[in-house]
């Protein structure tokens, strides 16, 4: 029933920024929770950032912080991922997710719903 869209990915040089967008459909998104992970190739799913249904809460992955910032524009339906001082490392396909009941977590399983994901890539 939920339908999620990411836009924003793309080739960039390290040191660079990026502004991943997760546009969802629905008219219930404000009491979404919504959190990105990313995967690169050989490597397993990993956490980046959650924000629960208000905005007011947020988390992210240790390595990010300082670096990535998640926010949402409810009036527009959309999460963001704002990706600064982007290393080679950062390189990955990234997926937006939505956990209808509204809390915020780490743990991929309590999201419901997820996007198709959308390239980033940091050269050196």
């Known amino acids: 029933q939920v339908q999620l869209v990411e836009s924003g990915g793309g080739l960039v040089q390290a040191g660079g920024s990026l502004r991943l967008s997760c546009r969802a459909s629905?008219?219930?998104?404000?009491?979404?929770?919504m959190g990105w992970f990313r995967q690169a190739p050989g490597k397993e799913r990993e956490f980046v950032a959650a924000?629960?249904?208000?905005?007011?809460?947020?988390y992210s992955a240790g390595s990010m912080k300082g670096r990535f910032t998640i926010s949402r524009d409810n009036a527009k339906n959309t999460v963001y991922l704002q990706m600064n001082s982007l290393k080679p490392e950062d390189t990955a396909v990234y997926y937006c997710?939505?956990?209808?009941?509204?809390?915020?977590?780490?743990?991929?399983?309590?999201?419901?719903?997820w996007g198709q994901g959308t390239q980033v890539t940091v050269s050196s």
């Open positions: 924000v629960d249904w208000s905005g007011g809460t947020t």
């Open positions: 997710a939505c956990n209808p009941r509204g809390i915020a977590t780490t743990t991929p399983g309590a999201y419901g719903y």
């Open positions: 629905g008219r219930t998104f404000s009491s979404y929770a």
